[in-house]
Nanobody, 122 residues
Framework: QVQLVESGGGLVQAGGSLRLSCAAS????????MGWFRQVPGKQRDVVAYITYGGRTNYIDSVKGRFTISRDNVKNAVYLQMNSLKPEDTAVYYCAAARWAASFVAAGIEYWGQGTQVTVSS
């Protein structure tokens, strides 16, 4: 049974940085695709970035060049370094895990974290 626990959210001014962490149980980081979704009120939960067990990364266009996803197989954790934050990045961010990269859409996620709030002020 897998649990994902996020941390690192908070309030930051536009242009600032935050690092989100996701601690996973079940030793899945090394064998699952891990990543992050975000959701704002009234909108769907959208993928932000993911990293496969083989190390391939993918990002939504709006965060390319600003966000970096990484994983630590020893710590069984995944991280999202967020730089040059914009007010549009404000959302609840959810750690997520799926067996396959092709499944990394909201409907295909096997395990969800509880979410951490990121607020970017202008």
């Amino acid at each position: 049974q897998v649990q994902l626990v996020e941390s690192g959210g908070g309030l930051v001014q536009a242009g600032g940085s935050l690092r989100l962490s996701c601690a996973a149980s079940g030793s899945i980081v090394s064998s699952y695709t891990m990543g992050w979704f975000r959701q704002v009120p009234g909108k769907q939960r959208d993928v932000v970035a993911y990293i496969t067990y083989g190390g391939r990364t993918n990002y939504i266009d709006s965060v390319k060049g600003r966000f970096t996803i990484s994983r630590d197989n020893v710590k069984n954790a995944v991280y999202l370094q967020m730089n040059s934050l914009k007010p549009e990045d404000t959302a609840v961010y959810y750690c997520a895990a799926a067996r396959w990269a092709a499944s990394f859409v909201a409907a295909g996620i096997e395990y969800w974290g509880q979410g951490t709030q990121v607020t970017v002020s202008s």
